[in-house]
């Protein structure tokens, strides 16, 4: 189910959010009402793949009782947490990246093993990754093991961030499931987070989303004008990040609904003057549990030689590549972030101030070309888009095609570009702060709430182009 549906908005959503407000009076029913509702929401549509999450949520509640048993007794515990990641990585493997395996093997040896057609479970990397975490941080020390099944549940399969994330920490809300306080001020927040997302999803990126998929398509597999391929790539540039930071913003926002806060995702990412910048406005949630779960243990930055350093920065940007998705195009996305993060660091790039305006251009540019090859399905088209748009075949500057893109979706470009920037944020900041603009702006501010909820709605009605393109990660 996606929250961008008209079945989520005017049946699950309300249902969900009446029932709980009748139970108000109690947390237990609350809680008991959410854990229902979640696993409804994650087998609306395939509900097999709901025993594979209640799987996962059990052996890692098992993990972590054994593992909070036995802390004392350092081997086995190290035993439990090893079988804990052998569990849920090859779990993840099996849905994730086994073809992909077999399909290696077969172009490298000839072998001709059947590549079986594994369906992905929904958010199966999200929720693999929450159970690792709370084993992990139980062992660790930070956060009390919970010994009631019921709120490891509730943590892994919270629908808003279920299927997209934001990856959450079980400590950052063990608290919040049973000592939470709603408000009518953090819901009419929610409210406003959760349409200013659908916004960004259903009006900026599925308009994208028509620009680049079209383009993509031509460009993956014949010659087109550069100044399209180059649209083509802003285009899903746009889209990626509206997409996701959408998601983001709507699960942010129906959290505070139900009373709970979860961390930003997303912060602006650019407006990054770097590459290292960028990640750490980007998917700020996924970022951090590599650095807390990975690249830290490995010894981080701190280690005695910058070789080290280095190949810390190669597992975890090879591991990032990779758990976006199982093709080479992913896996070279990733290493094209480590090389450049890597350079940044060793000639402290990043904490440069000069030339401001040229740096912000290297990163977009590095970006750019990263979301190409992200969005390609093989690295020949990747190669022969890139071709496209540096004229490496002769394909010519212009195209009728191009100003035909430029004229019907030269609004949505000029706002897409406009809300990358923290304009909104400004315009909160100008309200709160009591300038002489702010009782216009409190009147406005809901107006504009309502009509852009009203013009979501009637683009979802319309049943428009409504891709998500990180949901099945």
């Known amino acids: ?116 057609n594994i369906a992905l479970p929904l958010g199966i990397s999200f929720f693999t990754f929450h159970g690792i975490s709370y084993v992990i941080d139980v062992y660790r020390g930070h956060g009390a093991v919970q010994k009631n099944l019921f709120y490891v549940a509730l943590y892994i399969s919270f629908f808003p961030q279920l299927v997209a994330g934001p990856i959450l920490r079980y400590n950052t809300i063990a608290d919040q499931m049973v000592n939470r306080k709603e408000s009518w001020d953090k819901f009419a927040l929610g409210c406003c987070r ?9 009006l900026l990126s599925n308009s994208m989303a028509i620009v680049a998929d079209h383009i993509f398509s031509m460009g993956g597999t014949s010659d087109i004008p550069a100044s399209l391929a180059w649209l083509g790539a802003i285009a899903y540039t746009l889209q990626i990040y509206f997409d996701f930071s959408g998601y983001s913003d709507m699960a942010i926002g129906l959290a ?11 912060r602006y990412p650019y407006i990054s003057r770097s590459i290292t910048e960028f990640w750490r406005r980007w998917h700020i949630s996924l970022g951090t549990w590599f650095k807390e779960y990975v690249y830290f243990p490995l ?86 888009y890139l071709g496209n748009m540096f004229g490496l075949y002769g394909n010519g500057f212009w195209s009728d095609t191009t100003w035909m893109f430029l004229k019907e979706y030269a609004l949505f470009f000029i706002l897409g ?54 949901f099945n990660f």
């Open 1 to 116: 189910m996606l929250f961008s549906s008209v079945i989520f908005l005017f049946y699950f959503l309300p249902l969900v959010l009446g029932l709980y407000y009748i139970l108000r009076f109690s947390v237990t029913a609350k809680n008991m009402l959410l854990l229902v509702a979640s696993l409804f929401f994650y087998a609306w549509g395939e509900p097999w793949f709901v025993l594979i999450m209640l799987a996962s949520i059990c052996f890692n509640y098992i993990f972590a009782l054994l593992v909070d048993k036995f802390r004392e007794r350092r081997n086995t515990a190290y035993t439990i947490i090893t079988l804990m990641l052998i569990v849920n990585l090859g779990m993840l493997f099996v849905f994730k990246y086994m073809a992909f395996a077999l399909r290696i093997v077969n172009e490298n040896t000839g072998f001709g093993l059947n590549i079986p």
């Open 194 to 202: 959760f349409i200013v997302g659908l916004g960004k999803k259903v």
């Open 256 to 266: 505070l609904m139900f009373g709970f806060k979860f961390e930003e995702n997303f």
């Open 299 to 384: 010894g981080g930055s701190r280690v005695t030689n910058k070789d080290k350093m280095i190949r810390n920065l190669l597992i975890v940007w090879g591991l990032t590549g990779v758990w976006h998705g199982a093709e080479w195009t992913f896996v070279v996305w990733g290493l094209i972030n480590f090389a450049f993060i890597a350079l940044e660091k060793i000639s402290n790039f990043d904490k440069g101030t000069r030339f401001n305006p040229l740096r912000h251009l290297y990163a977009m540019f590095i970006v750019v070309i990263g979301w190409v090859i992200f969005r390609s399905p093989d690295l020949i088209q990747a190669g022969n």
């Open 417 to 470: 570009i406009l809300f990358c920037m923290p304009i909104a944020t400004r315009m909160n900041k100008l309200m709160v702060d009591g300038a002489r603009f702010s009782k216009p702006l409190e009147l406005v501010y809901p107006v504009t709430i309502i009509v852009l909820f009203l013009v979501c709605v009637s683009y979802l009605v319309k049943g428009t182009y409504n891709p998500f393109i990180y």
